[in-house]
């Protein structure tokens, strides 16, 4: 709590405070330079904050048994690309202290959940970039760590390995894990992630459950073939005119159940109807509002 981390003069974090809670998938977010790098390296042991403290599982971060229980993936990583998937499996599990009966076990089991399953034989050179990203995968919950670090996890991978990782991640949180992830993608963020916190300039600017960060009212947005004063008298007794211009209106509204009594109405009202879309303000939305209005200060 309280992170603060100086390079110099150069001010990383200023009096951070974050809180992950137990089995969640936690979402991490913010532009370049924004100390989501420090913050990662401040809980892994790597770098000491200037001040303030950062714990796991009620210990400080230089217990090593508070860290024994994680995993981590980074965003650039290198392997000894001359070992095979197993071997490297292997080693890494030898590293976190499992028997020889539980890395026989465990090994094939990740692989499997990787969608590595009859390559952990090759050799990791011969691996694709996305495959190499796999076995991180791999690794990193190889010991079934209460807590797993993803930093960038679908940076590499084609549109089907990402969804393959996003069930990954919710099966982790099915068996009790907790996901700390720092992404770019705010849309795999939206679809995977319990809550986020979005940072900027070394602080949180915003956080809580996405269904909360995203609330908001909803919007519908309406295209018919005119737009005159008329429809806009019969839009703003459904909601609050947000947009209109070439024939398309943006309506904010209490609840979406509005679009089929205005439906009626614009059909009465004789107005084709073209197009009625509900929709909700997006993780991304509320990202660079957020960003836009901090750059301001």
Known sequence: MGLRKEYGRKVALHGLDLTVEPGEVFGFLGPNGAGKTTTVKILLGLVAPTRGEARLFGRPVGDAEARRPVGYLPENFRFHDWLTGVQLLDFHARLAGLSRTQRERRIPEVLNLVGLHGRGDDRIRAYSKGMTQRIGLAQAVIHEPDLVLLDEPTSALD????????DLIRSLRAEGMTVFLNSHLLSEVEMVCDRVAIVDRGRVVRSGRLEELLGGLPELRISVDRLDQPLLEIMARHGRVLDARDSSVVLGV???????????????AGYCLY???????????????????????
């Open 275 to 297: 197009a009625m879309v509900p929709s909700h303000q997006s993780l991304e939305d509320v990202f660079v509002s957020l960003i836009e209005t901090t750059s301001d200060r």
């Open 254 to 268: 209490d609840d979406v159940e509005v679009a089929a009594r205005l439906s009626e109405a614009l059909v009465r």
């Open 159 to 166: 549109p089907v390995g990402r969804r393959e990782v996003r």
